[in-house]
């Protein structure tokens, strides 16, 4: 291994210093892990809850209808319905309720202030309510509109959440100036004008930023961890000895990716940004690296297109151009060695740990993540062996 990779301190600190409302999220399934398999809620239990909270929200006579699981979720248990009510047309909705424990543990409160701030600046469902303690639905949900379009092409075939999804040409020309355009909308969102109230800046000092971002995820690996992987500690050890300072703090997504939006395939628009279950305030680098993650980029000629659009090297280019910050390559590399750590936190620790519980409604599917584990991690070594750019 490079000697720059090797530059290690005699101990990882102790990850204490995280985002508030990160750390409650975190600790709070440990109530959890006391109680016993998870029981999925029927469809005909949730439409009976879903009436009465709806009726709560202020929305009168609500009726529901047409209730069905949407596939996918690995994450959260999703439903379509159709709501109608006194006051206006019927309109479709889409319900994202938490399971016990998932593949990520996140915090449907946030989720719904992300969304209901960047209405109006990128395509985003309409966050209409949440039950952010499940006091009411009986698991945390968010309610949103429904909004149509694909997370791949029609004629292909591809993996769970964008993993091997190939655009092809044309499709890769038309996707790629809104999917950038859309990036630097979020990233321009001022965060402290006041809608984001359950969220903190990482402003203590130039570092935390970054120290943030990998205690989240050193913990949760503790946390949730069957065993042992003597990478994950080299890693850790290794980003704990060179956290970056942040340039500039931004909202980051998170989960910015191919596969994580809707399209419509004949306009070449994007018509809804998803997955926001990780949105907290960074450095802009993480969501640059998390696009150039190999397992839903491919390679073309040689070339890696990042999330299948277009080179790393343009992707930050053109990111540049569009924003006028500058894309650091050792702060970029920082952020691919942490996005591969996290990516093998998810895959071999919360998904192994959630099916192991019986605590979700996809256990097999959360296993079977455990094959996609191993690719990160040999992604992670041989990032860790190409070392840093200086």
């Given at each position: ?334 952020y691919q060695v942490l996005g591969l750590y996290q990516c093998v936190v998810i895959c071999l620790g919360t998904s192994m ?38």
């Amino acid at each position: 291994m490079p000697s720059n990779a090797a530059q290690l301190v005699t101990e990882p600190a102790p990850p204490d210093d995280l985002e508030p409302a990160i750390a409650r999220t975190i600790a709070g399934i440990h109530a959890a892990r006391a109680s016993g398999p998870y029981h999925l809620l029927g469809v005909t239990d949730v439409a009976a809850r879903l009436a009465p909270f709806l009726a709560a929200q202020g929305v009168p006579s609500p009726r529901i209808s047409e209730l069905k699981r949407m596939g996918g979720g690995a994450s959260k248990e999703q439903f379509s319905f159709v709501l109608e009510r006194d006051d206006g047309a019927p309109r479709t909705c889409v319900l994202r309720m938490d399971p016990m424990e998932a593949a990520v543990i996140t915090s449907r409160a946030r989720e719904f202030e992300a969304l209901r701030a960047l209405a109006g600046r990128v395509p985003v469902p309409e966050a209409l309510w949440v039950d952010a303690d499940g006091s009411q639905l009986g698991r945390p949900a968010l309610i949103t509109g429904f909004v149509g379009g694909v997370a791949k092409p029609s004629n292909i075939q591809s993996n769970v959440s964008g993993f091997g999804t190939v655009l092809g040409a044309e499709l890769r020309q038309r996707l790629a100036a809104p999917f950038l355009a859309h990036l630097v909308a979020i990233h321009g969102l001022d965060f402290r004008a006041g809608a984001l109230p359950s969220f903190q800046a990482p402003d203590a000092d130039a570092q935390q930023a970054a120290r943030w971002a990998l205690n989240w995820w050193t913990r949760v690996w503790r946390n949730d961890a069957l065993a042992g992987i003597p990478l994950m500690g080299l890693a850790e050890r290794w980003m704990r000895a060179h956290l970056p300072a942040a340039r500039e703090l931004v909202l980051v997504h998170s989960d910015y990716r191919t596969g994580n939006y809707l399209f419509d395939e004949t306009r070449g628009d994007i018509t809804a940004i998803l997955d926001w279950e990780l949105v907290h305030i960074g450095d802009y680098h993480q969501d640059l690296a998390w696009i150039g993650i190999k397992s839903w980029s491919h390679a073309e000629n040689g070339t890696l297109l990042a999330s299948g659009l277009m080179p790393m090297n343009e992707l930050c280019a053109r990111y540049t151009a569009l924003t006028g910050r500058t894309v650091d390559a050792d702060t970029l590399y920082f952020y691919q060695v942490l996005g591969l750590y996290q990516c093998v936190v998810i895959c071999l620790g919360t998904s192994m740990r959630a099916a192991h519980e019986a605590h979700n409604h996809q256990d097999a599917l959360l296993a079977w993540l455990a094959a996609a584990g191993h690719a990160f991690l040999a992604d992670l070594m041989a990032l860790l062996e190409q070392g840093a750019p200086t």
